[in-house]
Nanobody, 126 residues
Framework: QVQLVEYGGDLVQPGGHLRLACVGS????????ISWFRQAPGKEREGVAC????????YYADSVKGRFTITRDYAKNTVFLQMNSLKPEDTAVYSC???????????????????WGQGTQVTVSS
């Protein structure tokens, strides 16, 4: 079984930056993808980004392209989400999730994920 834990959520001013981390533990399969989702109060859960263990391809929602970057350190079972130029509309609970497939084919579909972290709060406000 896999456990995922997120770190790095905080209160930041508009235009600021944060780096989130998703750390996995337990039995890690050979092939998987890690996706970041976010959900604001009253809003649907939104897929933010994904990185594939098989080919290291990355994917981003249009709302964060050019501002967010997903990277990984496989030796530490960690995936990062660097968030720059933060906007108030980025305020949400950010969660990482894993799918036990080699590529990010369903990265934007919450129902396709196999494991979830507990989430970390990101608040962008003056």
């Amino acid at each position: 079984q896999v456990q995922l834990v997120e770190y790095g959520g905080d209160l930041v001013q508009p235009g600021g930056h944060l780096r989130l981390a998703c750390v996995g533990s337990g039995f890690i399969p050979d092939y998987y993808s890690i996706s970041w989702f976010r959900q604001a109060p009253g809003k649907e859960r939104e897929g933010v980004a994904c990185i594939s263990r098989e080919d290291d391809n990355t994917y981003y929602a249009d709302s964060v392209k050019g501002r967010f970057t997903i990277t990984r350190d496989y030796a530490k079972n960690t995936v990062f989400l660097q968030m720059n130029s933060l906007k108030p509309e980025d305020t949400a609970v950010y969660s990482c999730a894993s799918e036990f497939v080699g590529r990010c084919v369903n990265w934007f579909v919450p129902e396709a994920m196999d494991y979830w972290g507990q989430g970390t709060q990101v608040t962008v406000s003056s």
